[in-house]
């Protein structure tokens, strides 16, 4: 369909429907990744959602925080074997020697290693689930929502095959660190959550800003290699979105008791 049978189909340009920019992997490098790194912290659904809007505001019931927090732990978990693909992704060679302590340092501190300097990610966040009032029995056997499923199947999809400087590019570090700060006063003031069980979003506002630079850094150093690489960032970017905004809408279908949140039994992580 042409532009022009699409904006009289939609009634409007589908560019404009969703703020994209046209065909942004035509910009040279510098500033397709500046429009890359704008774009996603603009747009990314942990800037824009609703649910997220109205947890920043305290509007949002604990009860359904309490809904949404293990899906996003079964993603979470999911983390250190996509990071460990996207480290098999790397090729083996001199000139990409560099990015080999980058991918593993990122890949370890999600997972916690060494176990005595840190913790896996994934078992923060259960801290903080039990500072909402779930146990880990609760948020471990918790049937997985329709939405986590998709979420988690792209996210392992794109990191296995993907070079490891396209799925970088959807990443979603950057646009973590803000909504961490965001989210922090309610947690403490709305939702009383104990300071100890908030370790998970403090660290990640430190964490993520550099976890963040790596990615922007990986994107910058291989823009270059033309517009279909270009393409390719700009479309990881996109399922990056679909990963978060799929996980979030499949909670708030279940909590409107939409048909289709049918629950499934849970599987093994
Ligand atoms: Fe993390």
Redesign the pocket.
């Known amino acids: 369909m042409s532009p022009v049978a699409l904006k009289a189909y939609v009634g409007s340009d589908l560019h404009e429907v969703c703020r994209m920019p046209q065909d942004p992997w035509n910009l040279p490098a510098p500033e397709f990744c500046e429009e890359l790194r704008r774009y996603k912290l603009e747009n990314h659904p942990f800037k824009v959602h609703p649910f997220f809007l109205e947890w920043e505001k305290g509007t949002l019931p604990i009860e359904h925080l309490r809904v949404w927090a293990p899906q996003f732990y079964a993603w979470?978990c999911v983390?250190p074997r996509a990071y460990a693909l996207r480290f098999a992704q790397l090729p083996w060679t001199d000139e990409l020697a560099k990015y080999r302590g980058m991918l593993l340092e990122h890949l370890a501190?999600?997972a916690g290693y060494p176990p005595e300097k840190q913790q896996p990610?994934p078992e923060?966040f259960l801290k903080f689930c039990e500072g909402i009032g779930l146990s880990r029995k609760q948020v471990l056997s918790a049937p997985w929502l329709p939405g986590t499923y998709l979420a988690i199947d792209d996210f392992l999809y794109v990191n296995h095959y993907e070079p490891f400087y396209v799925s970088a590019a959807g990443s979603s570090?950057p646009p973590n660190v803000d909504l961490c700060e965001r989210l922090l006063p309610a947690l403490r003031k709305t939702y009383k959550v104990p300071e100890a069980n908030l370790e998970?979003y403090v660290?990640?506002g430190e964490?993520?800003k550099e976890?963040g630079e790596l990615v922007n850094s990986i994107v910058a150093d291989f823009a270059g290699e033309g517009p279909g690489t270009r393409r390719k960032m700009w479309e990881s970017m996109l399922r990056g979105f679909g990963v978060h905004q799929g996980l979030v809408d499949s909670v708030v279908a279940s909590l409107r008791g939409h048909p289709h949140a049918a629950k499934t039994e849970p599987r093994a992580r």
């Open positions: 979470l983390i501190e999600e990610h923060l570090e998970y660290a990640h964490l993520d976890h």
